[in-house]
């Protein structure tokens, strides 16, 4: 049978389809790795991985095969993560992944609270673009997103945490600037700047500009919410931006000004997704009222949308 070694070398090689690259996630050596995946080909009797000089494929059975390897490894990690969890709630490491336009702007207010009540608990954060953090989800190398909802994956449960205001941001000198809110029709006319496809963002800010009958620009992409408030900066066109980005670096600044909509306001929910039948779930939802606790306390601009009873 397989050891559970040879299967992460395995699962590790499917995922980089480059054997120094596996090695190197893995912290071994190419030629230990190599030797691994060897000897678990003759105990199976079958080939797993083709290789040439010019590229590493993985042979049907050897997808098959890692596929069915990354599950193990999930449930072997479940394991230690049940018998971790009869000691203490909230003592060890959650793996979270976190949208780029979410982390840096969200985490800051609910860390310091959650380091203070559980100072054991620790936080593996990794920033992504939406579709890889969920397949690392799926996989098993994060246990937790905090993501834009809604998320339709049969595998995976959410929890709303939060509803987050969309607001114009815009140069300073800039016509509307003048407004204490923005109508929609007021942008008639414009050019809104969004991030490039694969953000979840660009996505929203898109039907809101069909919605409004605004022009998007599809010819200037920012990489991040940072590079577009300098695009607009230097008058490039006005952007959509979530009310926590606007509150953490547009409302002191300078160049560049931040309106609501007059109305009810577009609007994105923020919230947690983990894999359906985790053992930490109780964990989870114990985490999401501690965060919606901390919001309301920190972040007036938005709707929290979670319970904070649990977390009393």
Partial sequence: MPSLQQLRYLVAVADHLHFRRAAESCNVTQPTLSAQIKE????????????????????????????????????????HTIAKSGQSVLSSVIRIGVVQTVGSYFLPLVIPDLHQKYPKLGLYIREGLPDVLLRSLEEGTLDLLFFPLPVNRAELDTLSLFREPIQVV???????????EIDPVM?????????????????????????????????????????????????????????????????????????????TAPSRTIGMVWRKGTSREKEFRLLSALVCQSLTARAPEISVLGDVSRSS
Avoid: C, N, W
């Fill in 187 to 263: 942008l008639r006319g414009e050019t809104i700047l969004s991030l490039e496809p694969g953000h979840r963002l660009h996505e929203l800010v898109r039907t809101i500009s069909e919605d409004y009958g605004v022009e998007l620009s599809h010819d200037y992409e920012g990489t991040s919410l940072d590079t577009l408030r300098q695009m607009v900066a230097t008058g490039m066109g006005l952007s959509l931006m979530p009310a926590l980005y606007v509150k953490s670096e547009v409302a002191h600044q300078d160049i560049v000004v931040a309106r609501p909509f007059r109305g």
């Fill in 170 to 180: 815009m140069p300073s000198d800039h016509r509307l600037a003048r407004e204490l």
């Fill in 40 to 79: 678990l080909e003759m105990r199976l009797g079958t080939s797993l991985v083709e290789r040439s000089r010019a590229k590493v494929m993985m042979t049907p059975t050897g997808k098959e095969i890692a596929e069915r390897g990354r599950r193990i490894l999930r449930e072997v990690t479940e394991i």
